[in-house]
């Protein structure tokens, strides 16, 4: 079975910080991909990176990249240069080799400070 | 915006009844998928249609449907209400089905039973 595992309910940090969001993942999938969204408090979940189980590079998007370590199944997501606009739950999802659905921890919630 | 549009936005209703929720994917998309966000159950996987056929059902209760259309719109139906069901219903999409295909989200339909 597949398990998407976020340890860490709250964080903060201030702004233009980086912060380190943390993931941990269980397949025995041969190829998987991982996924993180966000969702502001205003509800939309939106995608924020990408990152397949073969590719050699750590994902990167802008201010964040995805801290991909596979022996370990963590792909952590780090945010450079934290935002006041970055607050918000952040969620991991996994999608596993032949199945579509994703598969969601249960979240983090970040707070940005000035 | 992603480009997925959800109607409506909430909706509020008693126990007992009916009620549609619709999901237009973005322009090309052809698989449609639709999750529930609980507080207790966190993010699950209802269902997913492909190109107008079904191809995957996760959590999704006997009193809940959905079908995918022609143009590619969807619509969930979910009946006989309980208030258990008072939820975010997200419906995202994404071009086609596969590990690497990114699902996009729309912003949800608030459901409140009373």
């Known amino acids: 079975a597949q398990k998407i595992t976020q340890t860490q309910p709250g964080m903060f940090v201030q702004e233009k910080e980086a912060v380190t969001l943390d993931c941990t993942y269980d397949?025995?999938?041969?190829?998987?991909?991982l996924f993180w969204y966000k969702q502001p408090s205003s509800g939309e979940m939106i995608f924020l990176i990408y990152q397949g189980s073969y590719d050699q590079q750590n994902a990167t998007e802008g201010r964040y990249s995805l801290n991909f370590q596979k022996a370990r199944k963590s792909a952590n997501l780090v945010i450079s240069a934290s935002q006041l606009g970055d607050s918000a739950m952040y969620f991991c999802?996994?999608?596993?080799?032949?199945?579509?659905?994703?598969?969601f921890g249960t979240g983090t919630r970040l707070q940005v400070f000035p | 915006d992603s480009g997925v549009t959800q109607t409506p936005k909430h909706l509020i209703t008693a126990t007992g009844q009916r009620v549609t929720l619709r999901c237009s994917p973005r322009s090309g998309d052809l698989s449609v998928y639709w999750y529930q966000q609980s507080l207790d159950q966190g993010l699950q996987f209802l269902i997913q249609y492909y190109n107008g056929e079904e191809r995957a059902k996760g959590n999704i209760l006997e009193r809940f449907s959905a079908q995918q259309f022609p143009d590619l719109h969807s619509e969930l139906n979910l009946s006989s209400l309980e208030l258990g069901d008072s939820a975010l219903y997200f419906c995202?999409?994404?071009?086609?089905?596969?590990?690497?295909?990114?699902?996009?989200f729309g912003p949800g339909t608030r459901l409140t039973v009373l």
């Open positions: 397949t025995s999938d041969p190829s998987y991909g």
């Open positions: 999802a996994m999608r596993g080799f032949n199945t579509d659905k994703l598969i």
């Open positions: 995202a999409s994404s071009v086609d089905s596969g590990t690497t295909d990114t699902q996009y």
